[in-house]
């Protein structure tokens, strides 16, 4: 149903009264009526009316007195002064006071009919606008508080880059409070060197209509008094306010609006991420390299041991050859820091009994070192470690050595074990998984180190020794041989105070294999066997071939996996032995090793290699492999290997 708008009709005049009543009705309105100023608030207290007509003079009191109880009481109903007397000066009194229109007595009815409906669509009219602006408040509202509800800097300036509205982002991010920004000029929290880019960004939006996309800017935070350097850095995304649309010609430029959003952590994310690629980088040439000198190592050390076995312990020469066999060795623990770094070098895999190796291994640096006392606190009934022996005693020897250095006067290296348990948020940051493990700790009493230089130790090449005495490799190696070992190594330290390493191990279940001890005398082998010999390196070659002709054996030659393979399928029961590397160009040593087993199951393969990628060796090792050697090996090593391997 419509609504029908309801009139109240005042006058002491009868006669005027009733007409106007049945005429208004007639028209469909509702209408009531009243003689005098009295009867007219009381109804106005009982209903309420969308207009009033209202004779001006009346018995009890006068039209004004009615009409500002109206207003005061009604401030939505409109009023309509009828006056006989009326002149201009009081209709211009009555339209002050709040009336809404007037007329003059008499008046004929479609002028009162036309006042009446004018009036009733100015009422209309009110009560959309109200509605219009009602819901304006409540979406600007939202939108507020949309703005000071995002994370993000938004932010309006003027023409002269002045803020003129900036949201409480800045107080969270910048430190600062936002209504004291507003009026300030937008270059007061650009961090100093991003100054000019700014001001490059701000006038171009001056002039061209595209938006700034992207850019990165750095802000000044509320501690940049303090600290000059300090600064967050935000991607800008911002546009030109103009007075018409972008596309029209002639328009004023009014300001910019923007969004600023904290990308800090993406660019640390960046930053971690463009360090590891560097240091996988880093990673794939050392051990590229360190497979390539394993390879000239070989041919020196083999050629060496050639000679040394032919020449007498007297011979003047004798002692150049053992000077440079100690060289070679050299070199060899230098490529065996940079297999570790590149987190290669693990073959040879077992259960292992940590306090045991620890033991060995401490005597033996013990034994050299004599100012630096050695205390050991082992656990008892330590659980297992698989690991590659050789690689942990280079981390435990690692250690020790900066220990030695740390404490150039001597002191007290301590060394621990431990069965642990670490849990989720121990191993969070290491990307291993929780469980058992052993904890090894290496404790000493030397000069320790500054936070700063904690915090690059572990890098390749870092190195606070004196050019010649350190290469920066040993904690590089170490961690890339804990971390291949799905372990984790930490360090705490105080300058002047010493230093403690952790490294953890996981446990395993396996039964510890006892390592017997090499009883042989330092004296070659000899044997008749007919031996394959697989390896892409012509310096390898050679001196394996002559390495093994001179302990007594016949040598079959193949220059790469396939040559391998056909000489082995041709000759497979002439072969005893196969030495087999694990890189080569055309087929590599994983796959030669499957086939060869399959060929004859019971073919006794020695695995060698100066390099393994992603622990081949180490898994054809747990397959039951014969045994492996790492170049560079002498004819002794050697020739012990193949007697081991061949007598079983
Ligand atoms: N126990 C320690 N006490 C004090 N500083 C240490 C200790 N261990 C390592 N450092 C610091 O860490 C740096 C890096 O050690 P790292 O073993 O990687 O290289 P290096 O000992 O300098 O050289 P390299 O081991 O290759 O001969 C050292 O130069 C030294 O500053
Ligand atoms: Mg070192």
Redesign the pocket.
């Known amino acids: 149903m419509s609504y029908v708008p309801k009139i109240l009709i005042v006058d002491d005049e009868a006669r005027m009264r009733d007409s106007l009543e049945f005429l208004l009705s007639n028209k469909g309105y509702k209408v009531d009526v009243g003689c005098n100023g009295g009867e007219a608030i009381e109804c106005l207290n009982k209903d309420s009316y969308d207009i009033v007509l209202l004779d001006m003079v009346m018995p009890d009191m006068n039209g004004y007195q009615v009409m500002d109880y109206i207003k005061s009481q009604h401030s939505d109903t409109m009023v309509i002064i009828m006056t006989g007397h009326a002149s201009i000066d009081s209709a211009v009194e009555s339209l002050k006071r709040g009336a809404y229109d007037y007329l003059r007595k008499p008046f004929d009815f479609e002028q009162l009919l036309a006042r009446v409906k004018n009036t009733i669509d100015q009422i209309k009219l009110k009560k959309q606008n109200e509605l219009v602006s009602g819901k304006l408040e409540v979406t600007e509202q939202r939108y507020r508080y949309l703005v000071n509800a995002s994370p993000d800097i938004i932010y309006t300036l003027n023409p002269e880059g002045e803020i003129t509205f900036i949201n409480g982002a800045v107080e969270s991010l910048l430190g600062c409070n936002a209504e004291r920004l507003v009026n300030k000029h937008y270059t007061d929290i650009i961090f100093k060197e991003d100054i000019d880019k700014a001001k490059y960004h701000f006038n171009e939006r001056r002039t061209g209509s595209r938006a700034t996309s992207g850019v990165e800017l750095r802000l000044k935070t509320s501690n940049n008094d303090r600290n000059p350097e300090e600064y967050l850095t935000v991607e800008l995304k911002s546009m030109g306010i103009y007075n018409k649309l972008v596309n029209e010609i002639d328009k004023t430029f009014m300001g910019t609006y923007g969004v600023a959003r904290d990308i800090g952590d993406r660019k640390r994310l960046e930053v971690q991420l463009l360090q590891a690629q560097k240091m996988e980088a880093i990673g794939t040439l050392a051990g590229g390299i360190a497979h390539d000198f394993n390879n000239l190592l070989m041919g020196i050390m083999g050629r060496i041991s050639l000679i040394s076995h032919d020449i007498d312990l007297n011979h003047p020469h004798y002692k150049h050859f053992k000077g440079i066999e100690d060289i070679v060795k050299r070199g060899s623990d230098l490529t065996k820091?940079l297999l570790g770094f590149a987190m290669g070098g693990k073959y040879e895999v077992k259960p292992t009994d940590i306090n045991e190796l620890i033991g060995k291994c401490s005597d033996m640096f013990g034994r050299t070192k004599k100012e630096s006392r050695i205390h050991t606190i082992f656990q008892k009934d330590v659980c297992a470690v698989e690991i590659d022996q050789a690689q942990i005693e280079q981390v435990l020897l690692?250690?020790f050595?900066?220990?030695w250095?740390?404490m150039p006067k001597g002191g007290d290296i301590f060394i621990q074990t431990k069965n642990v348990t670490l849990d989720d948020e121990d191993v969070m940051h290491y990307g291993i998984k929780p469980g058992e493990f052993v904890m090894v700790s290496v404790t000493?009493t030397?000069?320790?180190?500054a936070e700063e230089?904690q915090q690059h130790?572990?890098e390749p090449f870092?190195?606070?020794?004196k050019l010649g005495?350190?290469?920066?490799?040993?904690?590089?190696s170490?961690y890339g041989i804990i971390k291949n070992h799905d372990g984790l190594i930490n360090v705490k330290?105080k300058k002047g105070e010493?230093?403690t390493?952790n490294f953890y191990l996981p446990a395993v279940e396996a039964q510890i294999v006892k390592q017997l001890p090499d009883d042989t005398e330092d004296e070659i082998l000899h044997g008749t066997e007919t031996i394959l010999i697989v390896d892409d390196e012509e310096i390898v070659i050679n001196v394996s071939m002559e390495m093994l002709n001179s302990m007594g054996y016949h040598v079959i030659i193949a220059r790469g996996g396939k040559e391998a393979l056909e000489i082995f399928k041709k000759d497979k029961d002439k072969i005893a032995l196969v030495i087999l590397d694990m890189i080569m160009p055309d087929v590599g040593g994983s796959y030669v090793y499957n086939v060869l087993k399959e060929i004859r199951p019971d073919i006794r393969v020695l695995l060698s290699s100066g390099y393994s990628i992603d622990g081949q060796a180490s898994e054809i090792m747990s397959r039951d492999c014969d045994g492996f050697i790492q170049k560079p090996f002498n004819m002794i090593q050697l020739s012990k290997m193949l007697r081991k391997i061949l007598d079983k």
């Open positions: 820091q690692n250690l050595v900066n220990a250095h740390a000493d030397g000069v320790g180190m230089t130790i572990f870092f190195t606070t020794k005495r350190g290469t920066g490799l040993g904690l590089a170490t330290s010493g230093t390493f």
